[in-house]
Nanobody
Framework: QVQLVESGGGSVQPGGSLRLSCAAS????????FDWYRQAPGKERELVAS???????NNADSVKGRFTISRDNVKERVYLQMNNLDPDDTAVYFC?????????WGQGTQATVSS
């Protein structure tokens, strides 16, 4: 059974940091590319960052210079380091795994940025 479990969300003040983690099981981790998406209330889900199976990373323009995606193929985890957070970053953050038409999603973790 495939599972993606996100963790690390919480509440922080503007300018603060959070590190999200996505633990994967039931897949051959190193084959898969991973994405972090987010969905704010009343808004569509948007792509935040991606990392390929070879470790090539890309970020959305809205988070460049603030967010960093990384992966650990031994621990079978994907991370999203979020720095200098802004209230506009408040959302539920989702982890997605994909490979050759296979696609899996986690349940999400809430990140709230407010003073």
């Amino acid at each position: 059974q495939v599972q993606l479990v996100e963790s690390g969300g919480g509440s922080v003040q503007p300018g603060g940091s959070l590190r999200l983690s996505c633990a994967a099981s039931g897949i051959y981790f190193s084959f898969y590319s991973f994405d972090w998406y987010r969905q704010a209330p009343g808004k569509e889900r948007e792509l935040v960052a991606s990392i390929s199976n070879t470790g090539i990373a890309n970020n959305a323009d809205s988070v460049k210079g603030r967010f960093t995606i990384s992966r650990d193929n031994v621990k079978e985890r994907v991370y999203l380091q979020m720095n200098n957070l802004d209230p506009d970053d408040t959302a539920v953050y989702f982890c997605r795994a994909s490979w050759r038409g296979f696609e899996y999603w986690g349940q999400g973790t809430q990140a709230t940025v407010s003073s």
